[in-house]
């Protein structure tokens, strides 16, 4: 047993369906946030949720994924992320140059 998703005029919470809002850019959907009606981001995470990998430079990592996989050193009381656990070994052999780059 299923209900229909059709959207035609009618209003969703944050945003309108068959109505161009004012700054509007998809297809007539104003987002004036980015969670959907349940709470889920659906912009993938924020900023602060992010780091780069002070190895392999330019690997963007979601701290929360990295932490949960242990793929993360303190190193003078400042925390690195890694994008993958070949980039562990590196930075514990010279974790001041590594974290001198970030």
């Given at each position: 047993m299923g209900h229909d998703h059709a959207h035609g005029d009618h209003q969703h919470g944050d945003h309108q369906h068959g109505e161009q809002a004012e700054g509007a850019h998809c297809g007539g959907h104003a987002h004036s946030t980015a969670t959907s009606p349940h709470g889920t981001n659906l912009l993938g995470p924020s900023a602060e949720e992010l780091?780069?990998?002070?190895?392999?430079?330019?690997?963007?990592?979601?701290?929360?994924?990295?932490?949960?996989?242990?793929?993360?050193?303190?190193?003078?009381?400042?925390?690195?992320?890694?994008?993958?656990?070949?980039?562990?070994?590196?930075?514990?052999?010279?974790?001041?140059?590594?974290?001198?780059?970030?």
């Open positions: 780091a780069e990998c002070p190895v392999m430079r330019g690997s963007t990592v979601v701290k929360a994924d990295a932490e949960a996989k242990g793929l993360f050193r303190d190193y003078e009381g400042q925390r690195y992320w890694f994008c993958c656990a070949g980039c562990e070994a590196p930075f514990d052999a010279d974790p001041a140059k590594y974290a001198a780059a970030v």
